[in-house]
């Protein structure tokens, strides 16, 4: 199949996986997985930026829509989007002329490891925040940010082990 139309199966993939499945998933009352920022991993580098920008905010809308969050996951995962290629160049070592060859399963585990650590982090601080709107409620946002992440972490650590096991 075509990169165009992966894409296009992924996020459609991603969203119902998101809206009818893990936003029903809730561990200790406030732990819930956000997988859908997976697009943001596994969308292809391109100079152009912006589709991808629009696709991330389309989904991000989407799962807003869906979860009646008032727009928090499209701000969380168009910030994630817009600083993805800074985390790109400080892990991978890359540059604008190796975006074409760029694969993220060509790549360490250690490397990857870290970029998407630090993406799901900055995504689920973000979301948390503005979910809380406090500062009463820091160590909630700091407890949620951490087991979330952990928990997005996990199930995609473990969705790339199984579906790549053979390849």
Same mark, same amino acid.
């Given at each position: 199949m075509n990169k165009p139309l992966n894409m296009a199966m992924l996020f459609i993939f991603l969203l119902f996986l998101q809206v009818f499945v893990l936003n029903n998933i809730l561990f200790l009352d406030s732990i819930n997985p956000y997988l859908y920022i997976?697009?943001?991993?596994?969308?292809?580098?391109?100079?152009?930026?912006?589709?991808?920008?629009?696709y991330s905010f389309l989904l991000g809308l989407l799962v807003d829509f869906f979860s009646d969050?008032?727009?928090i996951h499209a701000l969380s995962i168009l910030y994630i989007a817009y600083i993805r290629l800074f985390f790109v160049r400080i892990y991978f070592r890359k540059v604008s002329a190796d975006y074409p060859f760029f694969k993220l399963k060509s790549e360490s585990f250690g490397k990857i490891f870290n970029y998407? &650590?630090? $993406?799901?982090? *900055?995504?689920?601080? #973000?979301?948390?925040?503005?979910?809380? /709107?406090?500062f009463q409620n820091?160590?909630? &946002?700091? $407890?949620?940010? *951490?087991?979330?992440? #952990?928990?997005?972490?996990?199930?995609? /650590?473990?969705?790339?082990?199984?579906?790549?096991?053979?390849?």
């Amino acid at each position: 199949m075509n990169k165009p139309l992966n894409m296009a199966m992924l996020f459609i993939f991603l969203l119902f996986l998101q809206v009818f499945v893990l936003n029903n998933i809730l561990f200790l009352d406030s732990i819930n997985p956000y997988l859908y920022i997976v697009f943001v991993f596994l969308y292809p580098l391109k100079t152009n930026r912006v589709p991808f920008l629009f696709y991330s905010f389309l989904l991000g809308l989407l799962v807003d829509f869906f979860s009646d969050s008032g727009g928090i996951h499209a701000l969380s995962i168009l910030y994630i989007a817009y600083i993805r290629l800074f985390f790109v160049r400080i892990y991978f070592r890359k540059v604008s002329a190796d975006y074409p060859f760029f694969k993220l399963k060509s790549e360490s585990f250690g490397k990857i490891f870290n970029y998407t &650590v630090t $993406l799901t982090v *900055i995504h689920h601080l #973000i979301y948390f925040s503005f979910v809380n /709107f406090s500062f009463q409620n820091l160590s909630n &946002v700091f $407890l949620n940010t *951490i087991f979330s992440s #952990i928990f997005t972490l996990i199930l995609y /650590f473990l969705g790339t082990y199984i579906f790549t096991k053979g390849e």
